[in-house]
């Protein structure tokens, strides 16, 4: 049985899931030069010159940028369970092995690809389309069937 759509929606998800993994990295890298060495000393001493910042309100801002890089280790995590789970639905799909493996693996991928993105939603489609085509019906000897009439006119 094709599957077509399933592999196209599956193929496309990958590729943002892929993109969005490398972006979070890059994301991930750009925090830790905000939170570590002199960047993070000259980005204090100008808040500090701030006349209108008191000593709270750097030390909050600073605490922030230290919990954002924390937090995007988390979705770096997160994309990588998204893409191993669409990586493995995949692999059940193409290979006609088990569709609704694949679906199911295609939900958990969309859960973990941030519930209402676009991946996600592709992937949801994707898995509903494996639930829910089925394989097609072996053909059915149409011999016993009388056909007194020869198609041309029927009666109604």
């Known amino acids: ?72 280790w988390f979705i770096v995590v997160v994309l990588v369970i998204s893409l191993i789970a669409t990586i493995i639905g995949m692999i059940f799909m193409w290979n006609e092995k088990n569709p609704k493996l694949a679906g199911i693996m295609f939900i958990v991928a969309g859960l973990f690809a941030f519930i209402l993105s676009p991946t996600s939603i592709m992937l949801y489609i994707a898995a509903i389309l494996c639930f829910t085509r089925k394989p097609p019906l072996a053909a059915e000897d149409q011999s016993f069937i009388d056909n007194q009439y020869d198609d041309s006119m029927r009666p109604l």
């Open 1 to 72: 049985m094709k599957r077509t759509a399933e592999k196209v929606l599956s193929v496309i998800s990958l590729v943002f899931t892929v993109l969005s993994v490398i972006g979070s990295f890059i994301f991930v890298a750009i925090m830790k030069t905000f939170t570590e060495g002199t960047l993070r000393t000259e980005i204090e001493m100008e808040l500090y010159a701030d006349p209108e910042l008191t000593v709270e309100d750097v030390d909050m801002i600073l605490s922030v940028l230290e919990y954002f890089e924390g937090f995007s």
